[in-house]
């Protein structure tokens, strides 16, 4: 999900902490991607009827036994120009599970119904357990990233690398609670820029050259290294500017 190649180009900056190291804080989490996460669980563990509550309620327990303040944010209405990427991704995910599994999923607008489902199971189990939600108008991490740039929250959770280009400033990934020490990948927007250089405009400029939800294919031809290099030419800050002039016919950009 997100920006192609993306968590291999910010690998350099993670950080692995102990999950204790967020005691007192709180924290967004994209409801949606922890569903995802779960979609194989039936498949492996035979006898988990619904492996996505199981996880959610026991991923949640240990959060809160941590004292760690969660509130979950449910996706919105997709727009336009991602149907093509939803259609796929459900399409890959369901393909030969059974009877009608994939028929809806064409492109333009695809049908969702399990996957809502779940969703709406989830937010039941939420209203039981006292946690709160909310619903975004659109994409899950846009509003992540919003309550995170805002200070309404300390950091997000999530799998989608959308999240930075967003605005979000600390992001948690890679979620494990096996073992006496659980740990979570944390990125910080701030160690990005040191270490890697790249802003949030530069970001959105890789999405572009390597393909996102909203570009798949990016620029044919283009991969991470050559993407990296171009946008090393740039004078940092007018990046996009620069592409729009590239669109509009002029080949000619300013180097460092």
């Known amino acids: 999900m997100g920006v192609k190649e993306l968590w291999t180009i910010l690998s350099p900056a993670k950080k692995e902490v102990s999950l204790d190291t967020l005691t007192g804080q709180t924290i967004a989490v994209d409801l949606s991607v922890w569903i995802c996460e779960n979609q194989g669980v039936k498949a492996v563990q035979g006898k988990v009827s619904k492996p996505h509550l199981r996880n959610l ?40 599970r059974g009877r009608g599994s994939t028929k809806d999923y064409k492109i333009g607008k695809p049908g969702r119904s399990h996957f809502k489902r779940q969703i709406k199971e989830c937010l039941e189990l939420l209203d039981h357990l006292g946690v709160p939600y909310v619903q975004s108008k659109g994409e899950a991490e846009a509003l992540c990233a919003l309550l995170n740039q805002e200070g309404v929250v300390d950091g997000c959770i999530t799998e ?8 979000a400033t600390t992001v948690y990934r890679n979620f494990n609670l096996a073992g006496k020490n659980p740990v979570i990948d944390c990125y910080k927007m701030a160690n990005i820029k040191r270490q890697l250089g790249l802003t949030r405009e530069a970001l959105v400029a890789l999405a ?18 050559h993407a990296l290099q171009l946008i090393s030419q740039f004078e940092g800050s007018n990046i996009l500017e620069q592409f729009k002039r590239w669109a509009n016919g002029n080949v000619e950009f300013q180097r460092k």
């Open 160 to 167: 989608d690398g959308d999240v930075f280009l967003y605005g």
């Open 208 to 225: 572009l050259l390597l393909g996102c939800d909203y570009v798949p294919r990016g620029v044919p031809g283009v991969g991470k290294v």
């Open 57 to 96: 309620f026991f991923r949640i327990s240990n959060l809160i036994q941590l004292g760690i303040t969660l509130v979950f944010v449910v996706d919105g209405d997709p727009p336009e120009l991602k149907w093509e990427t939803i259609s796929n991704r459900i399409n890959s995910r369901y393909k030969g």
